[in-house]
């Protein structure tokens, strides 16, 4: 890789000119040229995190490889909630923080969000509530920001009664029951000893898989 070569991200396909290379030292070096076992940086004026994936493959725009290097998946997140900002006139810095926050976690997945109480704000997917409650602190203590995060949920299948299959994550998004056949939400099964799984269904280790019928204990042993 050289200084004013055109180079390709085959996740997206988006195109790039490198302006601008170098190696990581004690300090990072400029360069001419990346060559093979070499570790460093490129700049290509990539304007948003959004156009670049953790894990994808750069190739020669001229010349591509056919395929991308084995090992790259994107996340999939499996915990959802919306984020808003405290005070509405402060949008701008939370949309700056969340920015900054996927620069160094890829696993955080976010879009533009709104609603009628709490006015503009941002729906967050996270690996699970652990991750969740990580960003919500990281944005309160290093970007200082005040915020507002609505109930976690998971991704729904819903099945109409024609047949039609959809996904949602938001319960406001949630449409009539009458005009569905059927409605999924995730499950694992776990089998082990009692005694580490009985947070997950005891009350009141866990009230809301108890209180909800969430957790179905099948011949429990040790």
């Known amino acids: 890789m050289k200084r004013g070569q055109k180079i390709r991200l085959l996740a997206n396909g988006t195109v790039h000119e490198v302006e601008d290379i170098g190696l990581f030292k004690i300090l990072p070096t400029l360069c001419d040229a990346l060559s093979a076992g070499e570790v460093g940086y490129c700049i290509a004026g990539i304007k948003t995190v959004h156009d670049v994936k953790v894990g994808d493959t750069i190739t020669d725009d001229g010349n591509p490889c056919e395929k991308a290097l084995p090992g790259f998946r994107e996340v999939k997140p499996v915990v959802f909630s919306s984020i808003y900002p405290m005070d509405s006139a402060e949008y701008d810095e939370l949309r700056d923080g969340i920015e900054k926050l996927t620069l160094n976690d890829a696993s955080l997945v976010y879009e533009k969000d709104s609603s009628l109480a709490l006015g503009f704000g941002f729906r967050c997917g996270f690996l ?10 990281r944005l309160e203590r290093e970007f ?6 609505t109930a976690p949920s998971v991704r729904y299948r819903l099945t109409y009664q024609n047949g039609q299959v959809v996904y949602i994550d938001n319960p406001s998004e949630y449409p009539d029951p009458s005009r569905l056949e059927m409605a999924e939400e995730p499950y694992i099964l776990y089998q082990g000893p ?16 108890w209180q909800e019928g969430r957790a179905d204990v099948l011949h429990p042993f040790g």
């Open 128 to 137: 699970g509530l652990l991750h969740l409650e990580v960003v919500q602190e």
């Open 144 to 149: 200082g920001q005040s915020i507002i995060m």
């Open 194 to 209: 009692d005694h580490h799984a009985r947070h997950l269904y005891r009350e009141p280790h866990h009230p809301l898989c």
